[in-house]
């Protein structure tokens, strides 16, 4: 199963102007922050590692050379830079590529041999020409970087160029400035817990961004995890508010809502639909109620939250069995190698029981059917689903025993606990260490289902290994896609167009908390 593009043409969409307006009304007012690169780097012809070279002040550049500027951290904004000639007057126009880049490795890849699948414009680089000097290059784009590379394609023979005040102006819905901090003994959780922290408050614009590199739009399925961390760290309880509100004011016409919104210039809701973000709206919604008591908000938004059980009911048969359509596939993770038909029995099941407990603590009904179908579905997981022999669930047509499968039936909790513990054990014993799970999404209920049958050593394991091995790699925020065996991995087709500072990532500060790890 590919989940490279949904093109639905066919679909329309209602908008709800008073949901959208209430969201309107908690957009946050942005944080911005000046900093300033002094020095710059060059890569060492010998040992081909990022050193630093000089002062930037003290140089003039000429065709063909290039310096990096490194402003040690992690930013998103835009850049700026004071540029003026040294020599005779200007005959020719200067022009200059500028490349952003999260990581150095970025840096080493040549985006004109880029081949991935996603469109190449999404390469952070400029060309630019300017025709008079001094000037102040102020690029209109924000970028989401910690290097940049200027390198000066062409000048004339008759002048050289220098180059003064690179800077980022910051931009973020929290002040960097005043980050939360989480009190930890343990110094490399401690260190992972604050790179969550900053991973959070860089994709926290005017909505929860997936990833500032990129599309830069709200996805429902890392506003699920998003909002869990922000709840243990920021308490923004308005941004959250505002991003359910703006996915139930653009649902499709039969109320679906879509996996992602557009927010740039013009609101509208991507014709891309997830079952498993869809039906997250019903527990980041539970989660949103727990934390704010803001029960005028969830009264609004829960006919949209029932909607989505509603159209996922639809594809269960008689018997229990989950079978989605082709144009509403589970996600799960970026991996393609496995089965997930399972892992979205599990996802709708543990959604079903965070319906009813919304409902318990809204003090309404729920409905008889509900409750049937929670029982059928769970009959049909225990009896043609989990192998007691081999304390496993199977997934498919081939039977596949697979990761995906495990821990959504575990988050599921349908068996008895000691039964999870032992579908976790053998989980560990059988599928550790993971070699074919290709994002930190899928990575935090790995650690969650783990966490949820008392499995914290093995669970703190994972979270060193997976999370703390970006920090040992040069991570400044933690990234869209790893695969510790195969660190050049990238679901696109080139670690090019990959993100580096990505929502779906910051979870480890949540369960470290939550869990008290």
Known sequence: MSFKFQINDNVTFKRNNKFL????????????????????????????????????????FGKGSYFILDFEDHFVGHFSIDIDRIGSMMDAPLTLKIQFAETVEELNDDPSEYSGWLSSSWIPEEKIHIDVLPYELKLPRRYSFRFVKVTI?????????????????????????????????DEELKKISDTSIKTLAECMQDVFEDGPKRDQRLWLGDLHLQALANYETFKNYDLVKRCLYLFAGMTSSDGKLSANIFTHN????????????????????????????????????????????????????????????????????WGNELDRSTAAQGIFIRVL?????????????????????????????????????????????????????????????????????????????????????????????VAEALLSVGMKEEAISLIKGYWGSMIEKGADTFWEAYKPDDPSYSPYGSPLVNSYCHAWSCTPVYLIKKYNL
């Open 266 to 333: 013009q609101l509208n809701a991507d014709d891309t639909f997830l079952f498993d973000y869809s039906l997250f709206f019903v527990s980041s919604l539970r989660d949103y109620f727990i934390n704010s008591k803001d029960i005028e908000t969830v009264m609004d938004l829960y006919p949209t939250a029932k909607r989505q059980i509603e159209l996922a009911a639809n594809y269960v048969s008689k018997n229990g069995k989950l079978s989605l359509p082709e144009d509403w596939p589970v996600f799960v993770d």
């Open 153 to 185: 394609v062409d000048t004339s023979p008759k002048w050289k160029v220098c180059f003064r005040n690179p800077k980022v102006v910051s931009e973020s819905a929290v002040d960097e400035n005043n980050m939360p901090s989480v009190s930890i003994d």
């Open 21 to 60: 307006s209430i969201a309107e009304e908690c957009k946050p007012e942005l944080y911005y922050r000046h900093y300033f690169s002094k020095g710059f780097k060059k890569f060492d012809k010998k040992t081909g590692k990022l050193v630093r070279y000089d002062e930037l002040e003290s140089k003039k």
């Open 353 to 445: 029981k965070d319906f009813q407990e919304l409902n318990r603590m809204l003090k309404i009904k729920t409905e008889e059917k509900y409750i049937e179908l929670l029982d059928t579905m769970i009959s049909y997981s225990r009896d043609y689903l989990y192998k007691k022999e081999q304390k496993m669930f199977i997934s498919g047509s081939q039977s596949e025993m697979n990761i995906y499968s495990q821990v959504w039936m575990v988050l599921a909790d349908i068996l008895p606990f000691s039964e999870n513990l032992n579908v976790m054990k053998q989980t560990y014993k059988n599928m550790f260490p993971i070699r074919n799970i290709a994002t930190p999404y899928m990575y935090h209920f």
